[in-house]
């Protein structure tokens, strides 16, 4: 590991760190604003303070001693040419630790302010001081905060959080972010999509029967491809015939939130229908911070997510992760799960992780955003693949922000460079992109390197076009993409029909989850973060979708093109993934 050296050599030749020379001063200087919004987010509404005695857990993210060593370490051990060696938590940990005096001195500053000691702990592998069931007074007096209970004025939802929040001036370049302060979003599930969308009607197709290798001519009326099923599924992307062999070492992870559960009845029911070899199929649930389960009240996100990574990766062992919010209800969605993974053995963490859930990047911080980012590149760096819908708003729906300007609005976590970010396709023959297609560029994250020879010339065909209303220097998405029109699922012992790229993300999770199974069962490394590779050499495996839009925001979106386009881009072929050698 490059860096190991790098953070001893950083330590040695490190600037004193100026005001740090008298960590122990109870003089803190003033206290600057870190992160406030101008006004309340739009869609919440303050319900006046939070009730008496509610209590927060804190996550004070310290920035890593060496900022850059996360990214490119990870870049490094997920590249196809580097012979793929994750890390362990423990390397983990030493990569991203924050420098010996930084933690001091936000300890002290914790101590001055009367924070026991024992109620502070590292967490989230190993650069954030979460402190447990703070009170209000409490949070307020240490972050000139005033926290508020909001309610979202759609769905009703609440969470505590402040407008703004400061910290001494000599805080600011050690911590990173503390949450929750300023992110609003809740994960809103993004599948109850059920009027079709328009797209062009598909003729006369060549299906490969797959069992059997031959081709079989099918008529394709409109129905019959607006109707998606798992042997359409698994023939388009050259699974039918693979036997998993490593279910033993293997699994795929489903996370849900908002108390939406999957059920077993339903699992059954959709797999005795739809793929008759698979009617055994099971999953687990563990409850991640006080996340409910209840199997009688079934909900369509997580129906969904779990029929279709089970129909792709069956027998593969499946774990839903119903993630709460605490026992207060005032935790940080993505924090939460975040932390679960991380403090968890490595050999625990599922090598596939599925999330449909997404919200509006612009709706918490940069800093915020990042250090969420970051935790996604520890799980990249103990070889996890991630995988994020980018949700089903085309370039965005309600595009005024509050300052009046019109901007595109790109989904979070999905502009994360670190997780791989699934677009929705439709039809066949040709595939194209599904107009609802989440896709653009992040206002908060560089292009990174792996996309640097696609996306900059996409832009240079796009010209002027929306120019001001999206982030030409932004991280561009999606990264790959997989039909996400009319998907049938089980629902409560229903059977209904759904579209959206919540359908599409499950579908490459489960090819994933089969192609880390062949590699484990050759006794080689998994794939981790997929992106260097996607981008690189297992383009073979990957069909181009040239066409299709994703209005939004009152223009036309952006169109797909040959090459990377922020529509649809690529859909994977498994089969495709072993004329090469992928380490
Ligand atoms: C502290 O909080 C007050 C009241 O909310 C606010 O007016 C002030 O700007 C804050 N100070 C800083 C430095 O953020
Ligand atoms: C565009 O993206 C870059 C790189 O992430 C960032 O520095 C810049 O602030 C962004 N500009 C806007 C207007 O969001």
Redesign the pocket.
């Known amino acids: 590991m490059r860096y190991r050296c790098i953070t001893v050599l950083y330590a040695l030749a490190v600037v004193p760190l100026g005001s740090l020379a008298k960590p122990l001063s109870p003089r803190w200087g003033p206290m600057y604003t870190k992160h406030s919004w101008n006004a309340v987010p739009e869609n919440w509404q303050s319900q006046g303070h939070p009730p008496p005695g509610t209590t927060i857990n804190l996550y004070i993210a310290l920035k890593s001693h060496h900022e850059d060593a996360l990214s490119d370490t990870l870049y490094e051990v997920s590249e196809p040419t580097h012979p793929r060696h994750h890390l362990t938590t423990e390397q983990v940990a030493k990569l991203i630790a924050p420098h010996p005096q930084t933690l001091e001195l936000v300890n002290s500053w914790l101590m001055h302010q009367g924070i026991p000691s024992s109620s502070i702990s590292m967490t989230h592998g190993g650069n954030t001081l979460t402190l447990k069931d703070v009170s209000i007074t409490q949070a307020n007096a240490l972050l000139n905060a005033s926290y508020r209970l909001y309610k979202h004025v759609e769905h009703g939802g609440t969470i505590v959080r402040t407008v703004g929040y400061a910290l001494p001036a000599g805080l600011h370049r050690h911590v990173l972010t503390v949450a929750p302060t300023t992110s609003f979003f809740s994960p809103p599930p993004r599948t109850q999509r059920h009027p079709p969308p328009n797209g062009p009607d598909g003729g006369a197709v060549g299906l490969v029967r797959a069992a059997s290798g031959e081709p079989v001519t099918m008529l394709s009326s409109r129905e019959e491809i607006d109707t998606i099923n798992p042997s359409f599924l698994r023939w388009l992307h050259g699974t039918s015939t693979y036997i998993p062999a490593s279910t033993d070492r293997n699994s795929l992870g489903i996370v849900g939130f908002l108390e939406d559960y999957p059920s077993p009845a339903d699992l059954e029911a959709f797999m005795r229908k739809y793929r008759s070899d698979a009617e055994d199929a099971t999953f687990t649930v563990t409850q991640v911070n006080n996340g409910g389960y209840d199997p009688e009240k079934p909900a369509i996100e997580a129906s969904l997510d779990l029929q279709y990574a089970e129909a792709m990766a069956y027998p593969t062992p499946h774990i839903f992760y119903s993630t709460g919010r605490g026992a207060s209800n005032t935790d940080d969605w993505y924090i939460s799960f975040l932390g679960y993974f991380l403090r968890e053995p490595r050999e625990n963490i599922p090598k596939t992780i599925s999330t449909s859930y997404c919200s509006e990047e612009k709706t918490a911080s940069l800093e915020y955003s990042v250090y969420v980012c970051n935790l996604f590149g520890q799980l990249g760096l103990l070889g996890v693949s991630v995988l994020y819908a980018t949700c089903d708003d085309g370039v965005g729906k309600d595009c005024t922000l509050s300052d009046g300007t019109i901007r595109f609005k790109p989904p979070f976590p999905a502009t994360c460079p670190f997780v791989t970010a699934v677009g929705g396709t439709m039809d066949y023959n040709p595939e194209v992109g599904a107009s609802f297609s989440g896709g653009g560029f992040?206002?908060?994250?560089?292009?990174p390197r792996y996309q640097r020879r696609v996306v900059p010339a996409f832009l240079q065909n796009l010209g002027n076009k929306h120019q001001g209303l999206y982030?030409?220097?932004?991280?561009g998405l999606p990264d790959i993409s997989a039909q996400s029109v009319g998907f049938p699922i089980f629902v409560n012992g229903e059977e209904k029909e759904v579209h959206g790229t919540s359908g599409a993300t499950p579908v490459v999770a489960g090819i994933i989850a089969l192609i880390n199974d062949y590699q484990i069962s050759r006794n080689r490394p998994v794939l981790g973060f997929l992106n260097p590779l996607l981008y690189g050499r297992a383009a073979v495996a990957l069909t181009d979708i040239t066409s299709g839009t994703n209005p939004g925001c009152n223009t036309d979106g952006f169109s797909a093109v040959p090459g990377w386009d922020p529509v649809s881009s690529t859909r994977l072929f498994f089969f495709f993934f072993f004329t090469f050698d992928v380490g």
Do not use: E, I, Q, T
């Open positions: 992040s206002d908060y994250f560089k292009l982030n030409a220097s932004g991280r």
